[in-house]
């Protein structure tokens, strides 16, 4: 089974732009979550989509934003970027996100703001 | 909100040292999961505990979760170079409905192993 995929890979912005990031969950997975990673603080959730609809959401300014498709891939935009949103973003799926369910990550997106 | 602390944020040792690195959490967890990130690389899950007091074991790796579930750890005996990374332990929050995945991550122990 091929797993979690994100693309692209690397992305390099400038302050101001907006940048739109994709995840194919594993075959079968329903719910995708989103992270970023920084040095400075560490993982951090984003949301999570179920069946096309936002289910849990973190603590991140409205300018971050996620979709999900009917065939479970997810994108997430983020618009008017900013210096501090160079980050890795994860992606993970599960098949649920019921109680004991596991997460399987992506490689990640890195993108790079200047 | 939930917080998930790690301690230590480093760990250097000497390949065939043990290593042990400890999470805590502001509040009771349903559960609490363990991942591994090398350098370079994304988070891989490493295992899962639920139940208060649990111990699981994995080759040279031991996990357990405290009896109030809000504290664990991960002790790795004898290191060796291939366990170099980044160890997080990551938490969802109280109550079994478990609605969703929103993972609550600690800050991350690095571990540098010496030969």
């Known amino acids: 089974k091929a797993g979690v995929t994100q693309t692209p890979r690397y992305l390099i912005k400038t302050r101001g732009q907006q940048v739109t990031l994709s995840c194919s969950p594993i075959s079968g997975h329903r719910s995708v979550s989103w992270y970023q990673q920084t040095p400075g603080q560490g993982l951090q959730f984003l949301f999570e989509y179920f069946s096309e609809t936002q289910r849990n959401k973190g603590n991140f300014p409205g300018r971050f934003s996620g979709r999900q498709f009917s065939n479970s891939r997810s994108e997430m935009n983020v618009s008017t970027l900013e210096l501090g949103d160079s980050a890795l973003y994860l992606c993970?799926?599960?098949?649920?996100?019921?109680?004991?369910?596991?997460?399987?990550f992506g490689p990640g997106t890195r993108l790079l703001v200047l | 909100g939930q917080q998930v602390m790690q301690i230590p944020q480093y760990q250097h040792v000497q390949e065939g040292e043990d290593f042990t690195t400890y999470c805590n959490s502001s509040?009771?967890?349903?559960?609490i999961q363990w991942y591994k990130q090398r350098p370079g690389g994304h988070p891989v899950f490493l295992i899962q505990?639920?139940?208060?007091?649990e111990v699981k074991k994995q080759k040279r790796l031991t996990f357990q979760f405290g009896e109030a579930k809000k504290n664990s750890s991960l002790h790795i005996t004898a290191t060796q170079t291939t366990d170099v990374g980044t160890y997080f332990c990551a938490g969802k929050g109280g109550g079994l409905t478990g609605g969703g995945n929103k993972l609550t991550f600690g800050t991350g122990t690095q571990l540098k192993v010496e030969l």
């Open positions: 993970a799926s599960s098949l649920a996100g019921y109680f004991q369910e596991t997460q399987y």
């Open positions: 509040t009771t967890l349903s559960n």
């Open positions: 505990l639920v139940k208060s007091g």
